[in-house]
């Protein structure tokens, strides 16, 4: 599955510095000791949306985040708090959505959509590991250019004409939720949703062999190429859970 690390926008994100140290691994196992506190991350799925600012209340998460960047997870005390997205250095507020963030827990805040219409969605992420011999993988799409697509996972033994869609009918703004396969090495395909694939088949996304090992987590968001005249898919990656002991 083609897993691309996006770095489309030209801005950096820059992540507040909140007194606490992020370790290597993602998720809760990057916090040293046994810390009571929430996490979160930001991604910027917008595609015209300008360079965000974003507050947690009145503190910054990250500044001048750009499309298709997301941050690693900032440790941020539990509770119930409005995350808001405003230009990037001024005060003029895009959007802002409450949430309640809970101990020891994880969350992704999505901004996307076109600016005209742009949301905000606050995702509780899994922070514990998947079966033994499986990978737990979560599809958002945040596309609204792509249309509805089929989800194909290739398996490196296997061909898309021999494979069956993981999901059918992933429309933008849908969340599959969790879905654990077995851990291996797959690629992603996107096809228009109800194509019957030949060996002619032009996909709407065409990724690179991927391996995932087994208890890994991860959040794979589809979203609009970076310039608007370019049709097709771009996708990027977001560890939620790797487990020391993955197999």
Known sequence: MSVTHLHLAKQSARLAVLGLVLGALPGCQSIAGNAVVSQVRIIDTSPDAPGLDIYEGSGVLAYNLGFGTATSYVPITPGSYAIS?????????????????????????????????????????????????????????????????DLYLVSSSGTLLTSKPVLYNVAFGSNSGYVNVSAGTYTLVALPAGTVATSTTVATYLGTAVTYTGGSVRTLVLINQPLATTPGLQVITAADYDSAGAT
């Open 85 to 149: 997205a405003d230009v990037a250095n001024s005060k003029q507020q895009l959007i802002s959505a409450r949430g309640s963030f809970n101990v020891n827990n994880e969350y992704t805040v999505l901004i996307g959509n076109y600016v005209a219409g742009l949301t905000e969605t606050v995702l509780q992420d899994q922070s514990t590991p998947a079966p033994s011999g499986q990978v737990a993988l979560r599809f958002l799409d945040q596309s609204p250019a792509a249309g509805t697509l």
